[in-house]
């Protein structure tokens, strides 16, 4: 093992060229740290916006042109059941006229 003299000028020389070797390592080490911080900082807000987008699209989906789209599909419904409704009962007297004319046919060809 070789001991140095801290007072010699040799190792006074050494000395400082391995603490300005260590400032520049420790500055790397500062600026790789403040990136990965940086990084880490940009993924947390990343994730806190999507988690959060659906939570905001939930609220926002009660929103007025939604709530007039539910209502003019209820209008169609409506319409298309009395419609229907309507339709039936035409069918139901067509079938009743149809019974009442063959009815009428047979009790005259009987006769």
């Known amino acids: 093992m070789i001991e140095l003299d801290p007072s010699s000028p040799a190792t006074k020389g ?12 420790t500055e790397k080490l500062n600026r790789l740290m403040a990136a990965i911080v940086g990084v880490l900082f940009l993924g947390f807000i990343t994730l806190l916006v999507t988690s959060l987008s659906p ?7 009660r929103s ?6 539910i ?25 009743a006229n149809q019974t009442k004319q063959q009815v009428e046919t047979s009790t005259s060809t009987n006769r």
Do not use: P
């Open 14 to 25: 050494d000395l400082e060229n391995v603490q300005t070797l260590l400032i520049k390592e």
């Open 55 to 61: 939570i905001i699209d939930a609220w926002r989906f």
């Open 64 to 69: 007025s042109t939604y709530q007039d789209l």
């Open 71 to 95: 209502n003019q599909i209820h209008a169609q419904n409506t319409e298309i059941q009395k419609m229907n409704d309507k339709f039936e009962m035409a069918y139901a007297l067509f079938l």
